[in-house]
């Protein structure tokens, strides 16, 4: 038995309507999951975790001291030796299949977590959360593809044949941004894969995490298979990604930081699976359906006020049709409606924190100095206790160019560069011209540009005809500096395994 269990739900307000008063306090700091127990931190140290609509403390959390980590990784490294690695396929797809069931049945109290925490507005929450059991269905189904395969060598004695087996201990390190759904799918197939896990929540937003981990107990996964540890990226993400038994680390997050992840894990040569930050193209030729392609420019900087990894944040638009089409999306932009996360007619709510407020209006400003034009758009409803949140209103930097710093840095929020361009090489020159490659979207009815246009693109995704919208069963990962390694759909599964070749000579 795990010790301390919590009684009730840390939510005291489970009801829609209590909760549009966005006070959901816990008066107990949240444990760390280590093994089979729920425990404070050895130091005994906590952090406050904030509503960003109203910058109010949420909740507090026990912070993981060095021993901690370490205690987590070692209850992650018996638990894979001991007896998950051992676990069928069918074992481990039940388990995953009771936590997708656990997941449904909570879903709507997961989202108003993340609504509060995160700061979106709440049918977001809902939406996002919406395929997160059938993503875990989906690993629990496709564990029997782990197959190898028998290779006709040389030697007619000899029987080579490959065979996939786990890695062992995995670090989950998260962002703030889909705390809950990036979990999931990290998740799912590390665990279906046979590996054990740590999960490291990001200190900005560790609620929804730590409501999920009461899934796990619930849905019957052993003690260890899956750890949780909250802390600073600095103190305990760095302790996790250097520990000698940790064999992968699967990181989303911003560019520097996978970079200094990677340098950690480079010490004992461990997997890396990096989801970067991306500056994503959205180009818009003069034959484009105008309207369709506004209606996508402008959900991607409302969605979670921008900070999407695959947002569209240059906006290409085709010479001709730059006015018609401006005039669109301005249209758009203005009837949004920024405020309360809590109330279903909203539109878009705040930026995460202070800090990332703070960057995004510096971005704005250096934008204005580079020679765009910053405008703002969108009506903000912000009365009582919300005019000290973080919001942002939806921005576009008009006449922006691909080389302002403004149009070249990932700024995480309600922002837009617009640039013009003159024909398909420009808009291509334009397009890959960064550092990132995550993700891109072009919208034009001739086919022969469309498909030359993808295949120019040096971008893990391309989108035509539509919005970059993920899923759990079409792989995904980024070009350039946007990441390594893929994630969802087969190949996360194979991302999780390593390959052994074995040859056997029959002769003997
Ligand atoms: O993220 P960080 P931050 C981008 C976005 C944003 C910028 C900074 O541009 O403005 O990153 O955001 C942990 N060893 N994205 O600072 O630093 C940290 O505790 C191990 C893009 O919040 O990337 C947290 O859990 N772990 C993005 C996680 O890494 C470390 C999503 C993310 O933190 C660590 C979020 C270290 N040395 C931000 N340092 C996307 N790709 O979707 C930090 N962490």
Known sequence: MRSHPRKSSPFICRSP????????????????????????????????????????????????????????????????????????PTQRGKLLRRLADLFERDREKLAWIETLNVGKPITHSLDSLKAMPESLEYFAGIIPALRGETIPVGNADVLNFTIREPLGVCALIMPWNYP????????????????????KPSEVTPLSTMALARLFEEAGFPPGVINVVNGSGAAVGERLVSHPLVARVSFTGGTVTGARIMAAAAGDVKRVTLELGGKSPLIVFEDAPLDKAAAVAAGDIIKNSGQVCIACTRLLIQDPVRDEFLGLLQQRLDAVRVGSPADPATEMGPVVSAAQMQRVEQYIRLAGAEGAKPVRHGRMALEGEMAKGFFVPPTLLLNSHGRMQSAQDEIFGPVQSVIGFADEAEALRIANDTRYGLAAVLYTRDGGRALRMARGLQSGSVAINTGVRTSFDAPFGGYKQSGIGKERGLEAIYENTQLKNIKYDTAI
Do not use: C
């Open 17 to 88: 309507r209590k909760e549009r008063r966005m006070n959901v306090i816990d008066s107990n700091p949240y444990e760390l999951l280590i093994g089979e127990t729920w425990r404070a931190g050895a130091e005994g140290r906590t952090f406050d975790t904030f509503n960003p609509a109203n910058a109010q403390v949420l909740a507090r959390v026990h912070e993981a001291s060095a021993a901690d980590v370490d205690a987590a990784v070692q209850a992650a490294h018996a638990a894979y030796e001991t007896h998950w690695r051992k676990t069928t």
């Open 180 to 199: 809950m759904t990036l979990t999931i799918n990290k998740l799912g197939p590390a665990l279906a894969a046979g590996n054990t896990v740590i999960i």
